[in-house]
Structures are given as structure tokens and as C-alpha cells.
T-cell receptor, first 115, second 110 residues
């Protein structure tokens, strides 16, 4: 099946640090990439949807200036958590999708811990 | 809100078939039924999807009722590695957004 690579898998850093997470679609061109956040024992929550070459669409309550998304190509999207604080600690997951009746394919997630 | 309802948890004996139900009574004509699963601390994994016909692949079978208001995911011979949270999601082919409910936590017991 399709492969989506997400890096890094785990980050531990100090409060105030900015953290960049990469999401790569390795074997197909993704027209759309999604970023999710998942807190312990909860379901996935969509943060934003990004299309290659255009601005991301953020879900209500997600600060676009704090969670910067860049989708520079059909195979790469990045999420930067700026000036991270302990409340930003979570499991961040990306997915990649294509037009039409196609499933999304997910990265293995990034566990972010802010001290 | 999620457009589907699933039981919060289920147990199944190893080697037996695991049948996971899902209700989607408000599904639209152009919406597909997708199943994903999430093993602990990993990203979700696509399992199978269908529109109205039953589907089968190497992982599972999907049975959709004639009125499309419910479906059942079947894992024919469950193994311990099938322990995961299983999500049933309806999605239109022109709208990528997946609305995630709470899913069913499936525990396979030896």
C-alpha cells in the first residue's frame, strides 16, 4: 500500500522552542495533506487541510500563526509548532490523500513532549 | 460530529472471526464507508472501503446492508496483532475530510 513517512517520530524539547514535523508521501502524489492532533485516549482531531501550492485551511480553534503549515510540493508538507508550550504536547499525525474515491494514508505520528 | 456510531469495545478470541458493526443511518448516496484501525501509538491504517457492494481484500471483508444504513467489518481469523481501535467513517469522494468518532476498541484474547 501507499507509504507516508513522518519525521521525527518523537521530540522532547524545552518550552519556547519551535518544532518542525515533516510528512512525505513516498510513492504517490498527494493532492491534499491533513494534519491531526490526538490527545491520550481520544480520537483524532483534524487541525488543518493543506493543498499543494495554496494556503492551509485551519479548523476552528486552531491558531494558524502557531501551527504553520507549508505544502511546497505534492509529496511534502511540514507542520511547524512555533514557540511550543507544555499544552502543545500531543501526538501529531499527518495523512495524504488523492482525488476521488481513494483512502487517506497516514504517517506513523510524532509524539511531541514540551518540558 | 461523527456520522457513524460504533460500540465502544469488543472482545474476540484469537483465531475466530471478529465482526465489527457500524451504523451510518444518515449516509448520503455519494458517500463511501471507510474502515481504518489504529494500533496503540501508531498512525491509523487503512483497511477497506465500499459504496454499496460487499468488498473483500487481504485484510478484511466489508458487508454493507442494502439500505446502506449500516455495515460490518469482518476480520476472518483474528490474531493478537489485530488488537486496535477500529474506526468506521463515511466520506464523500469530493470531500476528503474524515470525521473521526470514538471507534471500537477490539481486544483479541488468546
Amino acid at each position: 500500500g501507499a507509504v507516508v513517512s513522518q519525521h521525527p517520530s518523537r521530540v522532547i524539547c524545552k518550552s519556547g522552542t519551535s518544532v518542525k514535523i515533516e510528512c512525505r508521501s513516498l510513492d504517490f502524489q498527494a493532492t491534499t495533506m491533513f494534519w491531526y492532533r490526538q490527545f491520550p485516549k481520544q480520537s483524532l482531531m483534524l487541525m488543518a487541510t493543506s493543498n499543494e501550492g495554496s494556503k492551509a485551511t485551519y479548523e476552528q480553534g486552531v491558531e494558524k500563526d502557531k501551527f504553520l503549515i507549508n505544502h511546497a510540493s505534492l509529496t511534502l508538507s511540514t507542520l511547524t509548532v512555533t514557540s511550543a508550550h507544555p499544552e502543545d504536547s500531543s501526538f501529531y499525525i499527518c495523512s495524504a490523500g488523492r482525488l476521488g474515491n481513494q483512502p487517506q494514508h497516514f504517517g506513523d505520528g510524532t509524539r511531541l513532549s514540551i518540558l | 460530529d461523527a456520522k457513524t456510531t460504533q460500540p465502544p469495545s469488543m472482545d474476540c478470541a484469537e483465531g475466530r472471526a471478529a465482526n465489527l458493526p457500524c451504523n451510518h443511518s444518515t449516509i448520503s448516496g455519494n458517500e463511501y464507508v471507510y474502515w481504518y484501525r489504529q494500533i496503540h501509538s501508531q498512525g491509523p491504517q487503512y483497511i477497506i472501503h465500499g459504496l454499496k457492494n460487499n468488498e473483500t481484500n487481504e485484510m478484511a471483508s466489508l458487508i454493507i446492508t442494502e439500505d446502506r444504513k449500516s455495515s460490518t467489518l469482518i476480520l476472518p481469523h483474528a490474531t493478537l496483532r489485530d488488537t486496535a481501535v477500529y474506526y468506521c467513517i463515511v466520506q464523500g469522494d469530493s470531500n476528503y475530510q474524515l470525521i473521526w468518532g470514538a471507534g471500537t476498541k477490539l481486544i483479541i484474547k488468546p
